[in-house]
Each structure stands twice: as C-alpha cells, then as structure tokens.
Nanobody, 114 residues
Framework: QVQLVESGGGLVQPGGSLRLSCTAS????????MRWYRQGPGKQRELVAS???????NYADFVKGRFTISRDNVKNTVYLQMNSLKPEDTAVYYC????????WGQGTQVIVSS
C-alpha cells in the first residue's frame, strides 16, 4: 500500500479557482496512471480526471475545459487545477493510483458557494 495525501481544498465562490495537490509516499512514476475522483453529498464516487505516466490526460465530460490534471514525477505529486468552479463541483476530492487501487487518502473538501 501507499499513502496519498490530498490538500488544497476550501470554500470558493462560483467562477473561482482552486488547485488541489496529492502527494504520495513513493514514486508516482511507478504507480502507473494517477486519477482524481470526487464524491459529492449523497452521490457515488466518480472519476474526474486521469494522467498516465507519460502525461496523457483524460477528463470527465462535466469538467472538460475547466479542470487540468498534471503530475510531477520528481515531487511525487499530482495536481488538479480547477477553474470556473460551479456549485455542483462541491465534493470531497480524492486521488488514486492505478497500481494501488485500494489506497485512498482522506480527501480534500471543496465547497463552491456564494
């Protein structure tokens, strides 16, 4: 197992931005694809974005054009830049590693509200 620590969440107004970070206890290059998920109030956890080792990215339709995932394999950190935030983006955000699918951090809370 690996340890993943998410940070950067908070309260933001609609239209605002946040940058989330996920720092791993080991080399994320060896972890394979890194993914961000989120779980909103009363909802199931859903995939938001992913980044392969080579940096190829994919996004859920509901965040395309607004969110950007990136990874720093030297700092063992994955980022999620979130722009043009909407109230429906309110959720706890988690990162996850392809090769350690059962390892989850505590998540970071994002609240989008005026």
């Amino acid at each position: 197992q690996v340890q993943l620590v998410e940070s950067g969440g908070g309260l933001v107004q609609p239209g605002g931005s946040l940058r989330l970070s996920c720092t791993a206890s080991g080399s994320i290059f060896s972890f394979g694809t890194m993914r961000w998920y989120r779980q909103g109030p009363g909802k199931q956890r859903e995939l938001v974005a992913s980044s392969t080792r080579a940096g190829t990215t994919n996004y859920a339709d509901f965040v395309k054009g607004r969110f950007t995932i990136s990874r720093d394999n030297v700092k063992n950190t994955v980022y999620l830049q979130m722009n043009s935030l909407k109230p429906e983006d309110t959720a706890v955000y988690y990162c996850n590693a392809q090769l350690y699918p059962n390892s989850w951090g505590q998540g970071t809370q994002v609240i989008v509200s005026s």
